[in-house]
C-alpha cells in the first residue's frame, strides 16, 4: 500500500472545491475531512493545516460563499449603471440565480455560527451587506428615495431578495414567476419608499 502524500499545490482551494462539490451533490451530512483528504490523494491529516475541524472547513465554505455572491450581484447591478431599477432586477435575479445553483452552501451561509460567527464569516457577511448597501445607495443619486432610507431599504431588499430565493429553491414558485416578484418588488420599492414611516 501506498503512503499518501501529506499535501500538494493549493490543498485548500482544492478541499474548498471540493467540499462545494460534496455539498452540492450530497448535502452538508456528507462532509467529512477524512474523506475530502481521501478524495484529495493527501493524508488524512493533510487538511488539518487548513481547517482545525469540520466546523472551520463549514466557516470557509460560507465565507466563500458570501464573497462569491457579493461580487456576483455587485456585478449585475454594475451592468446596468444608467438605469436603477433595471439594476436593482439585475442584482435580484443574479442572488435568485446563485440560491438556484447553490441551495446548500446559501443555507450554510446564513446558518454558519449564527449566536458566535468567525471573525471571517462575519467579514464576509458584511461584504454582502455593504455590496447591497452600495447599490441601494445609487439609489439617492437617481433620485429614487433619501439617503436616510438606505439603511432600511437594504434590509428589506435583502429580505426580500432571500424570501424570493427560498420560494424558487422549494419550488413554492418557479423562476419565472421569482422573476415577476422581483419586478413587483422593485416596483414597491421605487414607488414609495418614505410611504411607510
Do not use: C
Not at 462575519?122 to 439609489?139: K, N, P, Q, V, Y
Not at 439603511?151 to 418557479?174: C, D, K, P, W
Amino acid at each position: 500500500m501506498t503512503a499518501r502524500p501529506f499535501h500538494h499545490g493549493n490543498l485548500r482551494a482544492v478541499l474548498l472545491d471540493r467540499a462545494e462539490a460534496v455539498l452540492r451533490e450530497r448535502g452538508i451530512d456528507a462532509l467529512s475531512l477524512r474523506e475530502l483528504a481521501r478524495e484529495a490523494g493527501v493524508s488524512h491529516g493533510a487538511p488539518r493545516s487548513h481547517f482545525i475541524d469540520r466546523s472551520a472547513l463549514l466557516d470557509a465554505l460560507a465565507e466563500r460563499g458570501f464573497v462569491r455572491l457579493a461580487d456576483e450581484i455587485r456585478e449585475a447591478a454594475a451592468s446596468e449603471p444608467d438605469d436603477h431599477a433595471r439594476a436593482l432586477h439585475a442584482a435580484a435575479s443574479a442572488y435568485v440565480r446563485f440560491a438556484v445553483r447553490e441551495p446548500a452552501l446559501l443555507d450554510l451561509m446564513f446558518a454558519a455560527k449564527v449566536d458566535a460567527p468567525s471573525q471571517a464569516v462575519l467579514s464576509a457577511a458584511e461584504r454582502l451587506f455593504d455590496t447591497m448597501t452600495g447599490i441601494m445607495s445609487a439609489g439617492v443619486g437617481a433620485g429614487a428615495y433619501d439617503a436616510g432610507d438606505v439603511g432600511r431599504l437594504t434590509l428589506l431588499l435583502a429580505a426580500t431578495f432571500q424570501g424570493i430565493s427560498a420560494l424558487v429553491t422549494s419550488r413554492r414558485i418557479t423562476m419565472s414567476q421569482g422573476e415577476a416578484l422581483i419586478d413587483d418588488a422593485i416596483t414597491r420599492f421605487l414607488v414609495g419608499p418614505s410611504a411607510g414611516r
